[in-house]
């Protein structure tokens, strides 16, 4: 049995290894986050632009890999995880941000005001169903409520590439990991009072190309991807831009 997400990155070492070995500036997920990077960029420079200054709530921030960056684009930003390695990562790379650490699903006082803008990327994929349902409703319940916005991703769309690797994995190596199709992502927002109301998709090919002598091949492939919006449905990694859903 895998050890709890929130439990894993409890430990120096596991810690490390995410900054360090799986962010590694070399590695795919690193690659993707450079795609995602200029679209996050947009959508917050949008939103001053509509609504003037914004607060953004990192939730789940880890190593503050989101976080440093997206400090540059709001006016306030706050950081929260449950893991003490990643938080003191984090504190390193973050200038203007205040990081708290605490589990805001068992003590919502951690967090004492309502945000803006919350991002959350790689944790609903990570967690199990009941948390998944839980974290967002918390998250609900911390944007201000006329017209807060949520970033997130599901990091495995089971209408990818993705999926023949994981039935592999599981047939070959009893490996199970956790995907999500796009109608099961619709269905969680939903019943978490979101609604997703902008899409984008990144990552086509298969991630272990990325391991190989077509690496090259791949990113050019992949970065020519994310120019069209008719495949993202069928990408990797797939990013929403969610708005309270009214009644």
């Given amino acids: 049995m895998s050890t709890p997400y929130s439990v894993r990155f409890q430990d120096q070492n596991h810690a490390e290894h995410?900054?360090?070995?799986?962010?590694?500036?070399?590695?795919?997920?690193?690659?993707?986050?450079?795609?995602?990077?200029?679209?996050?960029?947009?959508?917050?420079?949008?939103?001053?632009?509509?609504?003037?200054?914004?607060?953004l709530l990192d939730f789940a921030c880890g190593s503050g890999r989101i976080l440093s960056f997206v400090e540059e684009e709001v006016d306030h930003s706050d950081g929260v995880d449950v893991s003490e390695p990643m938080v003191a990562i984090a504190q390193g790379k973050c200038n203007n941000s205040d990081?708290?650490?605490?589990?805001?699903?068992?003590?919502?006082?951690?967090?004492?005001?309502?945000?803006?803008?919350?991002?959350?990327?790689?944790?609903?994929?990570?967690?199990?169903?009941?948390?998944?349902?839980?974290?967002?409703?918390?998250?609900?319940?911390?944007?201000?409520?006329?017209?807060?916005?949520?970033?997130?991703?599901?990091?495995?769309?089971?209408?990818?590439?993705r999926r023949l690797a994981l039935i592999y994995r599981y047939l070959f190596r009893g490996e199970k990991h956790h995907e999500m199709s796009p109608g099961e992502i619709a269905q969680l927002f939903d019943k978490c009072g979101f609604v997703a109301v902008?899409?984008?998709?990144?990552?086509?090919?298969?991630?272990?190309?990325?391991?190989t002598s077509l690496k090259s091949v791949a990113k050019w492939v992949d970065h020519a991807c994310s120019r069209f919006p008719i495949l993202d449905k069928f990408s990797i990694d797939l990013l929403y831009v969610c708005r309270l859903k009214t009644e």
Avoid: M
């Fill in 99 to 161: 990081i708290y650490v605490g589990d805001v699903l068992k003590c919502p006082d951690l967090l004492q005001k309502d945000y803006d803008v919350i991002t959350c990327f790689r944790f609903l994929l990570n967690v199990d169903e009941d948390t998944r349902i839980q974290a967002l409703k918390e998250l609900r319940k911390r944007l201000v409520q006329k017209n807060g916005v949520l970033v997130t991703n599901i990091h495995g769309n089971s209408f990818s590439v």
């Fill in 18 to 55: 995410y900054e360090h070995a799986e962010y590694s500036p070399d590695s795919y997920p690193t690659y993707i986050w450079q795609l995602q990077k200029p679209v996050l960029r947009e959508i917050l420079q949008s939103l001053r632009k509509d609504r003037g200054p914004i607060s």
């Fill in 198 to 211: 902008s899409e984008f998709g990144f990552g086509i090919l298969p991630p272990t190309l990325y391991r």
